[in-house]
């Protein structure tokens, strides 16, 4: 579950990056996602996105200093469809967190979420609170 100020958070960190492809994780407590950590794209293009290890591990760190669990990992498709590339599942090694992708850049904007395990890709619905 999201609510409305991630979800609008979200959005906004990716449209700050445009035309390139923009990434951060996300925390919280249970079945819900409470707090956006925005990271710096270390690939800075439009196509790809990567998070540096050592400022991952330093938000995580942060994240279990606020008592909330690493629970997602977002980027956006500035010009694409919110669906997981090649790459995005080859890439995933986290099965248990949810992939969120935005598609802002477009007419339309959406954010989608996915479990990616052994890649397999499962569709999550997005419950906004």
Not at 69 to 81: A, L, N, V
Not at 99 to 112: M, P, T
């Amino acid at each position: 579950m999201l609510s409305r100020r991630v979800y609008t958070r979200i959005m906004l960190e990716v449209k700050k990056d445009l035309p390139n492809e923009s990434c951060g994780l996300i925390s919280g407590l249970e079945n819900r996602c409470l707090t956006v950590w925005p990271m710096q794209n270390m690939e800075a293009t439009p196509y790809s996105f990567a998070i540096n290890p050592d400022e991952q591990e330093l938000i995580i760190s942060r994240m279990l200093g606020r008592n909330e669990s690493f629970k997602g990992i977002y980027h956006s498709h500035p010009f694409g469809r919110p669906v997981p590339s090649k790459d995005d599942v080859a890439y995933s090694i986290y099965p248990d967190v949810y992939y969120f992708i935005a598609s802002v850049g477009g007419r339309e904007e959406e954010l989608r979420c996915y479990k990616i395990n052994n890649g397999k890709v499962k569709h999550i619905e997005i419950l906004i609170k």
